[in-house]
């Protein structure tokens, strides 16, 4: 019997496979999801559930009308998108808007590109962007952990109209006011260090955007030149989420590992711009979103050369 088998280039084994790495993913933010529900209640995960079901259907609808294998539903794409989309939500916003929201990130992000490893935006925060231009109060009204005194609402650290204090401990640890899924950075570090272990994702690109965001904070910061409490802006908002868990996302990141540096950095000075001098505290969602665009310019600058290629 013939064990030789001849077949094209490139000749790559592997055991990693879409759905290992969707799911693998998905455990990795089950961390922050448990640290969201106890910091500010049940209504923590009644939204994570809503987004999810609603990424759920709305992809096995378009897998349906385009004919399809049903199967992909459950390859944890459409999963890992809802949970994104919530982390990314006020946990007492009203049940329609996760609705929504996951219509949209499947839908706009996702399926009308061609489906999954086509889309050139990541479809949660297509969703993000859609709810907030859509209904920015509803977006913007955070509800404090539930241990607090006043737990119904109030800014988040990021806003410039707060004037609470909250210590470096406090942001770590998850007590403030923000996206149900963002606030608690141990539990965020413990699920990037299960995909940095796993090596289902790299440092470059978070390294490159967390450092230049703090590089740029600490700088141009409010308290002055070379002032700026860059701690804080690592650590408040959602950086060390959309760092670690949406600028890595395969498809619409960079191929190369300069390319993966570029696409950091940039995602870095724009969310430090946005946060410094714009009137929206937050940049994480719009600078990934922008970068997303440039990565097929990225790729064709810092692609690898050709072996044996010799430049004329």
Not at 65 to 84: M, Q
Not at 189 to 200: P, S, Y
Not at 211 to 232: A, E
Request: net charge positive; glycine share 10%; proline share 5%.
């Amino acid at each position: 019997m013939n064990k030789l088998t001849v077949s094209q280039s490139p000749h790559i084994k592997s055991n990693q496979t879409t759905k290992n790495i969707m799911w693998a993913v998905v455990w990795s933010l089950v961390p922050a999801g448990i640290a969201g529900i106890y910091i500010f209640g049940i209504s923590s995960l009644n939204v994570m559930i809503l987004s999810v079901l609603s990424c759920v259907f709305t992809e096995a609808l378009f897998l349906k009308f385009r004919n399809r294998n049903p199967k992909t539903v459950l390859d944890g794409s459409a999963i890992l998108t809802g949970l994104l989309l919530a982390y990314n939500l006020p946990p007492q916003i009203p049940f329609w808007i996760p609705v929504v929201g996951g219509v949209v990130s499947i839908a706009l992000g996702k399926q009308i590109f061609g489906g999954l490893g086509q889309n050139i935006f990541n479809p949660a925060l297509v969703g993000r962007a859609f709810l907030q231009i859509s209904w920015p109060v509803y977006m913007t009204t955070w509800k404090n952990p539930r241990w607090w005194p006043d737990a119904v609402s109030s800014a988040t650290p990021l806003a410039k109209e707060t004037s609470a204090h909250f210590s470096y401990m406090d942001l770590f640890l998850g007590n403030r006011a923000g996206s149900l899924g963002e606030v608690c950075v141990i539990a965020l570090i413990i699920g990037a260090l299960f995909l940095l272990i796993t090596k289902i994702i790299s440092l470059h690109i978070p390294l490159s955007f967390i450092g230049t965001v703090g590089v740029i904070t600490w700088v141009f910061g409010k308290d002055g030149f070379f002032k700026g409490d860059f701690i804080f802006n690592i650590m408040a908002g959602g950086l060390i989420l959309g760092a670690f868990f949406m600028a890595t996302d395969y498809v619409t990141s960079p191929l190369t590992k300069k390319g993966k540096i570029v696409f950091g950095i940039g995602c870095g000075i724009l969310t430090a711009i946005i946060r410094l001098r714009g009137s929206y505290p937050e940049g994480v969602c719009y600078a990934i979103l922008f970068m997303n665009a440039a990565v097929p310019i990225i790729d064709r600058f810092t692609k690898t050369q050709k072996y044996g290629f010799i430049k004329k």
